[in-house]
């Protein structure tokens, strides 16, 4: 055991790093994957039909359940003696958390994130310590509203058709569970969580699983489809306790199964049901996660940059460089070209494809260029 400690300290950042490439991967294949399973016409066709303000207000709501998530990483780096700006961990944080929320794997990419741009220069044994408290709470918030649902669903009399009450009383019992790990961690370690740091995890949770489901029954409303509340509430919190434990990402296909399931036999068209869960993914998924995508090329690019010394970084500008000495002369050869042969354009084909102005537009781009050259001296 010894053996493995000692390897796992030696290599801790290297497998950091490992973890940290394995993440840019998943990210880019989940880009891929969410553009071949969004139907953009499904969505243009749902927009239409809704008024601007109500678009606006979902947007606006799906933002405001992701900031609540920011606690946990003001927690984290409370805990690892950092002082960040306010401007930094904002970003990082809310990068970090709608990244985990679209690739999912059961929080298991947060944490990676969050060891590679919050851990650095820290000792393996104490960041480990602070990103597990970070993990043990995180599913607590979920628990606590699979207890309402279980209460709910009992006197809705809406548990009993797929037995979703099986699903609410696991996931009812995990916070029991934690604090009982808690409180053994509390009697045979010095460095745990105390009550205090552990109702603050908890209140997060708790306030990042109101924001998932006030997003979605706001959706809904503002769909005009008034269905009863106490019939969906217990079905869509056994969804999300079913999609973390499948660790699909973003829950994909198991949530959505359930509730497509659920909200059919509730009454709620195929079609309808559909809408409402492409505009709730869209809405508290998609866009926090585009907004994001920024921060994280930036991000990316630095740790990457950073870990080999700045070689990428010198790389980048040389390529940059011999580009920008390439498109020179290709703008030359064609700018001379395009005066002394002005016909010389018309005789290819692959030019022809362009419409008549756009070709002779892009005839035009060396003059264009070399008049926006002069401009820019006539100014310095």
Same mark, same amino acid.
């Not at 969004?38 to 947007?59: D, G, H, N, R």
């Not at 970090?96 to 060891?115: D, Q």
């Not at 552990?198 to 997060?204: C, D, R």
């Not at 068209?269 to 492409?278: D, V």
């Given at each position: 055991?010894?053996?493995?400690?000692?390897? $796992?300290?030696?290599?801790?950042?290297?497998?950091?790093?490992?973890?940290?490439?394995?993440?840019?991967?998943?990210?880019?294949?989940?880009?891929?994957?969410?553009?071949?399973?969004?139907?953009?016409?499904?969505?243009?066709?749902? $927009?239409?039909?809704?008024?601007? =303000?109500?678009? @606006?207000?979902?947007?606006?709501?799906?933002?405001?359940?992701?900031?609540?998530?920011?606690?946990?990483? =003001?927690?984290?780096?409370?805990?690892?003696? &950092?002082?960040?700006?306010?401007?930094?961990?904002?970003?990082?944080?809310?990068?970090?958390?709608?990244?985990?929320?679209?690739?999912?794997?059961?929080?298991?990419?947060?944490?990676?994130?969050?060891? &590679?741009? +919050?851990?650095?220069?820290?000792?393996?044994?104490?960041?480990?310590?602070?990103?597990?408290?970070?993990?043990?709470?995180?599913?607590?918030?979920?628990?606590?509203?699979?207890?309402f649902a279980l209460i709910v669903g009992f006197f809705? %009399?809406?548990?009993?058709?797929?037995?979703?009450?099986?699903?609410?009383?696991?996931?009812? #019992?995990?916070?029991?569970?934690?604090? @009982?790990?808690?409180?053994? =961690?509390?009697?045979?370690?010095?460095?745990?969580?105390?009550?205090?740091?552990?109702?603050?995890?908890?209140?997060?949770?708790?306030?990042?699983?109101?924001?998932?489901?006030?997003? $979605?029954?706001?959706?809904?409303?503002?769909?005009?489809?008034?269905?009863?509340?106490?019939?969906?509430?217990?079905?869509?919190?056994?969804?999300?306790?079913?999609?973390?434990?499948?660790?699909?990402?973003?829950?994909?296909?198991?949530? %959505?199964?359930?509730?497509?399931?659920?909200?059919?036999?509730?009454?709620?068209?195929?079609?309808?049901?559909?809408?409402?869960?492409?505009?709730?993914?869209?809405? +508290?998924?998609?866009?926090?996660? #585009?907004?994001?995508?920024?921060?994280?090329?930036?991000?990316?690019?630095?740790?990457?940059?950073?870990?080999?010394?700045?070689?990428?970084?010198? @790389?980048?500008?040389?390529?940059?460089?011999?580009?920008?000495?390439?498109?020179? +002369?290709?703008?030359?050869?064609?700018?001379?070209?395009?005066?002394?042969?002005?016909? =010389?354009?018309?005789?290819?084909?692959?030019? &022809? &494809?362009?419409?008549?102005?756009?070709?002779?537009?892009?005839?035009?781009?060396?003059?264009?260029?070399?008049?926006?050259?002069? @401009?820019?001296?006539?100014?310095?």
């Amino acid at each position: 055991m010894k053996k493995v400690m000692a390897f $796992f300290k030696k290599y801790f950042g290297y497998l950091k790093f490992l973890l940290f490439l394995s993440i840019i991967v998943i990210v880019v294949r989940e880009l891929l994957l969410l553009n071949k399973s969004l139907s953009y016409e499904a969505l243009l066709s749902i $927009f239409s039909q809704i008024a601007p =303000w109500k678009t @606006l207000v979902m947007l606006l709501v799906g933002g405001i359940a992701v900031i609540p998530m920011i606690g946990y990483d =003001w927690i984290l780096n409370k805990n690892l003696d &950092q002082k960040l700006s306010k401007k930094y961990l904002f970003e990082t944080s809310w990068m970090i958390n709608t990244i985990n929320n679209v690739a999912g794997f059961g929080g298991v990419i947060s944490i990676g994130l969050r060891s &590679q741009i +919050y851990g650095k220069n820290k000792e393996t044994k104490v960041l480990a310590a602070s990103l597990s408290k970070i993990f043990l709470f995180m599913m607590s918030g979920l628990s606590i509203y699979s207890f309402f649902a279980l209460i709910v669903g009992f006197f809705a %009399d809406v548990l009993t058709t797929d037995h979703h009450w099986i699903w609410l009383l696991g996931g009812s #019992l995990y916070v029991p569970v934690v604090l @009982l790990i808690h409180s053994i =961690w509390n009697q045979k370690k010095e460095q745990t969580v105390n009550s205090k740091e552990a109702l603050s995890l908890i209140m997060i949770s708790f306030l990042e699983w109101t924001g998932v489901i006030v997003t $979605f029954f706001v959706v809904g409303q503002l769909m005009g489809l008034n269905q009863h509340m106490a019939s969906i509430f217990p079905l869509f919190v056994a969804a999300s306790v079913i999609g973390v434990l499948s660790m699909i990402p973003g829950s994909l296909g198991s949530f %959505d199964l359930v509730m497509l399931v659920g909200l059919t036999r509730l009454g709620l068209s195929n079609e309808l049901a559909t809408s409402w869960l492409l505009l709730y993914r869209f809405f +508290y998924y998609i866009v926090p996660f #585009l907004i994001s995508l920024p921060v994280f090329v930036h991000t990316s690019a630095n740790q990457i940059n950073m870990r080999y010394e700045g070689v990428p970084k010198q @790389l980048f500008f040389q390529v940059l460089q011999k580009l920008t000495v390439i498109s020179y +002369y290709v703008f030359g050869i064609l700018l001379m070209m395009s005066n002394v042969f002005p016909k =010389w354009f018309d005789q290819y084909i692959w030019l &022809q &494809q362009f419409h008549l102005p756009t070709a002779h537009l892009f005839s035009q781009i060396p003059n264009i260029i070399i008049g926006s050259f002069f @401009l820019i001296v006539g100014r310095g």
